[in-house]
T-cell receptor, first 112, second 111 residues
Framework: AQSVTQLDSQVPVFEEAPVELRCNYS??????LFWYVQYPNQGLQLLLK??????LVKGINGFEAEFNKSQTSFHLRKPSVHISDTAEYFC??????????FGTGTRLLVSP | NAGVTQTPKFRVLKTGQSMTLLCAQD?????MYWYRQDPGMGLRLIHY???????AKGEVPDGYNVSRLKKQNFLLGLESAAPSQTSVYFC??????????FGPGTRLTVT
């Protein structure tokens, strides 16, 4: 079964610094991967998705992710974070019947 | 076009009480899902439906029942609430491929 692993439960970073949130997926024939963001007390918002094609995927709010087949990774990056990026970030992949399987989440804490 | 709505937004139950959460969508999507979100555990699938009249168990189905009598509605029931069911519940829908639509969530506390 498809699965994703987020090894970092929390990532503290200073404002304007770069950040990388890690996601590794279980290998499969075809891979779709997603990153979602959840701001405090809100629902989930799609940041970006990888379906096929270019391995560098650009999303909203200046985030991007790179699909790396050899390392089975789909890490999320932003070159310069803002206080407003403080949120929880989830990596996800679909399984059978389009069921989304989520990682356990990474809390990004941006401080001034 | 309201997308995906969830009713209620908040609820406090006492142990042993029952309740039903409603997920409604106006996009004619076939697939609907109920997730629960708990700190440090991400979102876990409770039950899902691949079409009107169908339901199936997800990862954590115990203590919950569901029904999909109408295509646009997916009901999640708790027959006898327990404190372990304190959580935030999200409904999601999709038709295929990449796009999934999430409801705003229901925050449930069981005392």
């Amino acid at each position: 079964a498809q699965s994703v692993t987020q090894l970092d439960s929390q990532v503290p970073v200073f404002e304007e610094a770069p950040v990388e949130l890690r996601c590794n997926y279980s290998s499969s024939v075809s891979v779709y991967l997603f990153w979602y963001v959840q701001y405090p007390n809100q629902g989930l918002q799609l940041l970006l998705k990888y379906l096929s094609g270019s391995t560098l995927v650009k999303g909203i709010n200046g985030f991007e992710a790179e699909f790396n087949k050899s390392q089975t990774s789909f890490h999320l990056r932003k070159p310069s974070v803002h206080i407003s990026d403080t949120a929880e970030y989830f990596c996800a992949t679909p399984g059978a019947f389009q069921k989304l399987v989520f990682g356990t989440g990474t809390r990004l804490l941006v401080s001034p | 076009n309201a997308g995906v709505t969830q009713t209620p937004k908040f609820r406090v139950l006492k142990t042993g009480q029952s309740m039903t959460l409603l997920c409604a969508q106006d996009m004619n999507h076939e697939y609907m899902y109920w997730y629960r979100q708990d700190p440090g555990m991400g979102l876990r699938l409770i039950h899902y439906s691949v079409g009107e009249g169908t339901t199936a168990k997800g990862e954590v189905p115990d203590g919950y029942n569901v029904s999909r009598l109408k295509k646009q509605n997916f009901l999640l029931g708790l027959e006898s609430a327990a404190p372990s069911q304190t959580s935030v519940y999200f409904c999601a829908t999709t038709t295929s491929g990449a796009f999934r639509y999430f409801g705003p969530g229901t925050r449930l506390t069981v005392t």
